[in-house]
């Protein structure tokens, strides 16, 4: 068995619903990663996916919202909460990760830290993937 990787909120599987209903065609859900850059070293990056998923992803699915995860990207998304939010500034995925340490000031790239595995079990953490 595994750890769960990553949960969504309500408001994350409608948002992920509207991007794949709105693409038409043969979108099939997104795709979410982790990549080098920023100025706090790392950033999110979400993709649609309009082929066959890459059968290394895992697949986190929430009332008909599939997103992907990246393999690259698991360990650092461990625990992690995908939201979409609204504000009077701006709307899009926000990201709430228990291995993030710091964030740079406008919010746009993280600095992340791989899981404990050790601490995760230890806590009790679900072994089933979400």
């Excluded at 209903?21 to 043969?26: K, R, S, V």
């Excluded at 995908?82 to 790239?109: I, W």
Aim: charged letters at 20%; proline letters at 4%; one cysteine or more.
């Amino acid at each position: 068995m595994a750890f769960a990787i990553m949960t969504l909120t309500d408001a994350a599987a409608n948002r992920v619903k509207a991007i794949v209903d709105n693409a038409g065609g043969d979108a099939k859900g997104i795709r979410v990663g982790i990549k080098k850059g920023g100025c706090a070293g790392m950033e999110y990056s979400i993709d649609l996916v309009t082929t066959e998923p890459d059968a290394k992803d895992d697949l986190i699915e929430l009332n008909g919202a599939r997103v992907w995860v990246a393999p690259e990207a698991v360990l650092y998304l461990l625990g992690t909460q995908m939201d979409f939010e609204v504000t009077t500034l701006r709307s899009g995925f926000t990201f709430h990760n228990p291995n993030q340490t710091s964030a740079c000031g406008c919010g746009e790239s993280v600095e992340l830290k791989p899981a404990d595995l050790a601490a995760l079990a230890a806590a009790g953490q679900p072994t089933v993937r979400a």
